[in-house]
C-alpha cells in the first residue's frame, strides 16, 4: 500500500508563488516510483494534468503552466515537487499528487487547497 502526503497550499495573492511537496511512503515503495505528477481540480469541473516528472528525469507540463511552474523529485525520497510562481487566479484549485507505476496502478494523495485572490 501506498500512501502519498501532500504539503505546501495555501492562500496567495496573484503573482506569488508556492512550493507544493508530497512524499511517498509505503512498504511497496522500495524503488522510484517509475512516474509521479500533479494534477487539479478547480470546482465543478475535471482533474486536469499539470505537471509529471518519471524518474529519469523527463518532464511534461500543461500548456497552461509552462513556464511558470517546475516539477522535480528526490528518488531517493520518493517526494515530488511543484514550484509556482507567477501564480494567477485561475490556479485556484486542490492540487493532487500523483503516482503511477509500470504496470498502469496509480495513487492519488488527498489534496491540498490552493487558492490565488485578484
Known amino acids: 500500500q501506498v500512501q502519498l502526503v501532500e504539503s505546501g497550499g495555501g492562500l496567495v495573492q496573484a503573482g506569488g508563488s508556492l512550493r507544493l511537496s508530497c512524499a511517498a511512503s509505503?512498504?511497496?515503495?522500495?524503488?522510484?516510483?517509475?512516474?509521479m505528477g500533479w494534477y487539479r481540480q478547480a470546482p465543478g469541473k475535471q482533474r486536469d494534468l499539470v505537471a509529471t516528472?518519471?524518474?529519469?528525469?523527463?518532464?511534461n507540463y500543461a500548456d497552461s503552466v509552462k513556464g511558470r511552474f517546475t516539477i522535480s523529485r528526490d528518488n531517493g525520497k520518493n517526494t515530488v515537487y511543484l514550484q509556482m510562481n507567477s501564480l494567477k487566479p485561475e490556479d485556484t484549485a486542490v492540487y493532487y499528487c500523483?503516482?503511477?507505476?509500470?504496470?498502469?496502478?496509480?495513487?492519488w494523495g488527498q489534496g491540498t487547497q490552493v487558492t490565488v485572490s485578484s
Open positions: 500523483n503516482a503511477r507505476w509500470y504496470n498502469g496502478d496509480t495513487n
Open positions: 516528472v518519471a524518474r529519469t528525469g523527463i518532464t
Open positions: 509505503g512498504s511497496t515503495v522500495s524503488i522510484p516510483i517509475p512516474v
